[in-house]
């Protein structure tokens, strides 16, 4: 069954879709459950391009040479969220101002967009709602490569989108829906105006949180599990899914078919029971490597309140082999929400982007900004660059961008981890160059301020 376009959206249009310009890049800060300690929130900062459950949120095109990319922004003065949409013009090295796609009437980061771009060029911006109280919207770009203006396609619910674009077959979207916990559904569409109906992927227990990415036209999907009775505050497990043909079939790593909706933790697609170890997981990214496997960045931790108390928090692998998986260490983080991005290069580098480092709020959401690397697939990793020092506020939540490109390769925002702030927004390059998105602009376009 399609669900077709309502024809009462071209009246909501206007309500819901601003496609005005920005006069410069300020993100919006955030904060999820005080803590009532030193730390004051489980997690907070400037999160403009949180979760990583949300991807792509930039995409670099080679037919434009740009990288374009949404966030989330701030009305001034206020923490309410707005949707932007911008690009880096690789051949000029400049910005536009940015434009602002809709207020979306809330100060939850939950709700940050995503990004697709569909065979034609055309923008996809998927809005999410933070379960059910409020809307979710889909927009399309009225011309290729243009972030000028936006229709309004789709107002519907959905959480924690991952749309993926596959050329000759269309959007794969995966999502959340809210109902008994957090369960992982995906649709599809040939064109984004007419969609399947949702077809429910997982929900064991009180739900699930997961990263997915592409590998050619085969979908991946690492998730957790969130057992009573703290439920999310208690995410464990690790699991892993594929699918090669739009979701008509799922298989795990070893090429095994799995019967989907799975609904019990112990599932075919479980590769390592963390919650007989005692701990928790937080997902961070999956790669595939040079043979096309996965590999899965996540963060192991002992609970979910922040302080030294969870100690040790340890970056880790899981790389499949084509045999079993095999488990790696990376580093270790001071925070459960520390979030960095994963890279395997071409030329045999992996490579690691984020706060692994303590910042100016210890224990708190995000630090200084380091880059790892490793030439023997993750097995040994050496600090390669410190790429931020000395900063005012911690640097959160790096993100990698989709075909990334060498001069747009990771993407950030910056806010005080215990107190509201501003909150800027960073790139950088493959080999550490570091830009600051200008915050004001006095012209229509201009260069980002390196500061490394």
């Known amino acids: 069954m399609k669900l077709a376009l309502p024809f009462l959206l071209a009246a909501l249009a206007c309500a819901q879709t601003l496609n005005t310009k920005d006069d410069g890049y300020r993100g919006i800060w955030y904060f999820n459950q005080p803590s009532g300690d030193r ?116 107002k519907t619910n959905f959480s924690y989108p991952q749309p993926w674009y596959v050329a000759g077959e269309g959007f794969l979207f995966l999502h959340t829906r809210y109902g008994g916990g957090r369960g992982l559904n995906w649709m599809t569409s040939l064109n984004g105006r007419e969609w399947s109906e949702p077809q429910l992927l997982a929900h064991a227990e009180q739900g699930h949180y997961q990263v997915s990415w592409p590998d050619g036209g085969r979908i991946g999907t690492a998730f957790d599990v969130h057992p009573p009775p703290l439920g999310l505050n208690q995410r464990t497990n690790l699991y892993y899914l594929e699918t090669r043909d739009m979701g008509r079939t799922w298989r795990t790593a070893q090429g095994t078919r799995v019967d989907v909706p799975l609904r019990s933790m112990d599932n075919p697609a479980l590769i390592r029971d963390f919650r007989k170890e005692g701990l928790l997981v937080y997902l961070k990214d999956l790669q595939y490597d040079a ?133 800027r927004l960073y790139f950088a390059g493959r080999e550490g160059s570091v830009f600051q998105l200008p915050a004001r602009m006095s012209a229509e376009r201009e260069k980002p301020r390196r500061i490394r």
């Open 291 to 423: 043979r096309h496997r996965p590999v899965i960045l996540f963060l192991t931790s002992k609970g979910y309140q922040s302080g030294p108390a969870n100690d040790p928090r340890v970056l880790m692998l899981a790389r499949w082999t084509g045999q079993e998986w095999v488990w790696t260490r990376l580093t270790t983080a001071d925070h459960n929400y520390d979030h960095g991005s994963f890279y395997i290069e071409e030329n045999g580098t992996w490579r690691f982007i984020g706060p692994a480092a303590g910042g100016p709020q210890p224990y708190g959401t995000g630090g200084e900004i380091e880059m790892w690397t490793s030439r023997d697939e993750g097995r040994t990793w050496t600090l390669a660059k410190r790429l931020t020092q000395n900063s005012p506020y911690s640097h959160t939540y790096v993100r990698r961008p989709l075909n990334a490109h060498p001069g747009f390769y990771a993407f950030w925002a910056d806010g005080n981890a215990f107190a509201p702030s501003e909150s």
């Open 39 to 154: 730390y004051v929130y489980k997690y907070s900062g400037g999160f403009a391009t949180y979760p990583q459950q949300h991807a792509p949120i930039a995409i670099y095109s080679k037919e434009a040479n740009k990288t374009f990319f949404c966030y989330g922004g701030t009305v001034e003065g206020k923490r309410e969220l707005l949707h932007m949409v911008s690009y880096y013009d690789h051949s000029t090295g400049e910005v536009p101002r940015p434009t602002i796609l809709l207020n979306k009437q809330t100060e939850d980061a939950h709700d940050n967009p995503t990004l697709s771009i569909d065979g034609q060029g055309h923008l996809w911006i998927f809005s999410s709602a933070h379960g059910t109280s409020r809307p979710s919207y889909l927009h399309r770009s009225r011309k290729p490569y243009s972030i000028d203006a936006f229709d309004l396609i789709l």
